[in-house]
């Protein structure tokens, strides 16, 4: 039974390894890869589980738990996948690949500011992003954005909608035009 269990597991790792290869080859369609450096995966990984850890020691205590922040929610729910979906992992292929052309942005705070007005957005963990002057806005979406708009001459930039290929479709996707467009807060 180990060694079933084993074989799966050795299966799964190069599979995951043999995509993350695939996607950072295929992100040479790309002038500009806009990119956090530094991101802590670890450390928000490690945050995430103290917090739950003084969670469960607080309903030993009192025989009651604490309601859950939906930032806690957020974190949490990651946890189950992170090592499944090895974010290190694809990082680490994508800067060794692409180490000359990422461009290092802050995506801290990327969603607070809306990127058709630069009219705030109140921080949180909605979907659905709405800035004080209406604009509703896909979270990704806007973060996507504000990411494009720091890149120099992204105003000249016209190109038709990304195509991914068909082996990395499993992976990866693109918006449809309902995600992407842009609302007003009173019309929806």
């Known amino acids: 039974m180990n060694v079933t269990i084993r074989a799966f597991e050795i299966h799964a790792y190069k599979a995951k390894r043999n995509a ?3 996607i950072a080859a295929w992100l040479n369609a790309f002038d500009v890869i806009a990119w956090e450096g530094d991101l802590g995966l670890k450390q928000m990984a490690e945050q995430a589980g103290k917090k739950k850890q003084k969670r469960k020691e607080t309903k030993e205590e009192t025989g009651q738990w604490n309601e ?8 949490e729910a990651s946890q189950k996948y992170r090592q499944i979906a090895g ?10 690949k692409h180490e000359s052309r990422l461009q290092n942005e802050k995506a801290a705070y ?12 109140e921080p949180g963990c909605r979907l659905l992003l709405v800035c004080e002057k209406g604009h509703v806005r896909d979270q990704d979406v806007t973060a996507a954005l504000h990411f494009l708009n720091k890149i ?21 996707r693109v918006m449809d035009a309902s995600e992407v467009r842009l609302e007003l807060a009173g019309k929806r």
């Open 87 to 96: 974010q290190y992992g694809i990082r680490e292929f994508v800067k060794q």
């Open 110 to 121: 990327s969603t607070q500011t809306c990127p058709e007005c630069g009219g705030a957005i």
């Open 152 to 172: 120099e001459g992204v105003a000249s930039i016209t190109v038709p909608p990304v195509d991914i290929p068909a082996h990395l479709r499993p992976y990866l």
């Open 68 to 75: 859950r922040t939906p930032e806690e929610r957020r974190f």
């Open 20 to 22: 993350h290869r695939q």
